[in-house]
């Protein structure tokens, strides 16, 4: 599984914008022949970046259309790969936070279960109720996006995902946290993670330094982006390896039965 994190700067509010510079670097992804893609992960709200002005910038969606699901389904189609980012949205009078996951094989989205109220976020968005993991070209996904990261139980693993995938717009003052708690999900959950994060400063002078990694089920990284750089980072993810290391070291066998309550 080819995977490809795209660390980026945002264009404050400018959809059309971000569509037209992730195109171009999606469209490098797929070029590389040797390195074909599989799988483009985007940041969190790619299109707008993290704003709390739903009313102004969200986009309208019914359940089968949207501006940028249509454009993730028409890149997807044309080079045979996964993309997956969060979309600021509006549906049926309520703003979400909406993580897409678009393949030729299929499409599904989650909605932000946590949201993010020190910049109140859950004043603007409704919270999604559903945890979702989608299957696609041999491993199993589990979708979260940026909050998400702080809240292990929600994202435990029952033997039914094999990468973590977190979207981010997580602010430089708690880059630590973010880089010390992705390594955690990893270890714990004795899967791959994914966490790509933004780089720059937003539309209110908060700033990003990135921090995106792609990290094996050990909690060693597979690869790295520089710190506020934007930055294309790949890495190939081996389920045989994955399979063989929780044959070897089977902790989920006395992992701790609970019920999650939502």
Same mark, same amino acid.
């Given at each position: 599984? @080819? ?5 980026? /700067? ?15 670097? $999606?469209?490098?992804?797929?070029? @590389? ?49 996964? !993309? ?16 897409? #996951? ?10 932000? %279960?946590?949201?993010?109220?020190? /910049? =109140?976020?859950?004043?603007?968005? *409704? /919270?999604?109720?559903? %945890? ?25 693993? *029952? ?14 003052? *708690? *880059?630590?946290? #973010? ?7 990893? $270890? ?5 993670? $994914? =966490?790509? @994060?933004?780089? =720059?400063?937003? =539309? @209110? ?8 990694? $792609? ?7 597979? /690869?790295?982006? %520089?710190?506020?750089?934007?930055? !294309? !980072?790949? +890495? ?14 089977? +902790? ?9 309550? !939502?």
């Amino acid at each position: 599984m @080819n995977v490809y994190a795209l660390q980026s /700067a945002l264009y404050w509010q400018q959809p059309e914008r971000n569509r037209e510079y992730f195109e171009a670097l $999606i469209a490098d992804c797929a070029a @590389n022949l040797d390195r074909r893609a599989d799988l483009v992960v985007l940041p969190e709200m790619f299109t707008t970046g993290f704003a709390m002005t739903p009313e102004t910038m969200a986009e309208p969606v019914t359940p089968d259309s949207g501006p940028t699901l249509d454009w993730m389904r028409r890149l997807s189609a044309q080079h045979n790969c996964a !993309i997956t980012g969060s979309v600021a949205v509006k549906q049926d009078d309520h703003y979400f936070n909406r993580l897409y #996951w678009v393949s030729p094989e299929g499409e599904t989205h989650y909605d932000k %279960r946590h949201l993010f109220r020190m /910049a =109140g976020e859950h004043e603007h968005y *409704r /919270a999604g109720r559903e %945890r979702c993991v989608v299957p696609f070209r041999g491993l199993r996904f589990c979708l979260q996006v940026c909050y998400d990261l702080r809240f292990p139980v929600f994202s435990r693993n *029952r033997n039914d995902y094999d990468v973590l995938v977190y979207v981010a717009n997580w602010p430089e003052p *708690r *880059r630590h946290a #973010w880089s010390s708690l992705l390594v955690a999900r990893a $270890i714990e959950n004795l899967s791959f993670a $994914i =966490g790509v @994060n933004r780089v =720059g400063e937003d =539309g @209110n002078d908060i700033a990003y330094s990135g921090d995106s990694a $792609i990290i094996d089920f050990k909690g060693q990284p597979l /690869a790295q982006a %520089r710190e506020h750089h934007p930055e !294309i !980072i790949f +890495a190939t993810l081996e389920k045989s390896e994955l399979e063989a290391f929780r044959e070897k070291f089977p +902790a989920m066998l006395d992992a701790d039965e609970f019920d999650l309550q !939502i």
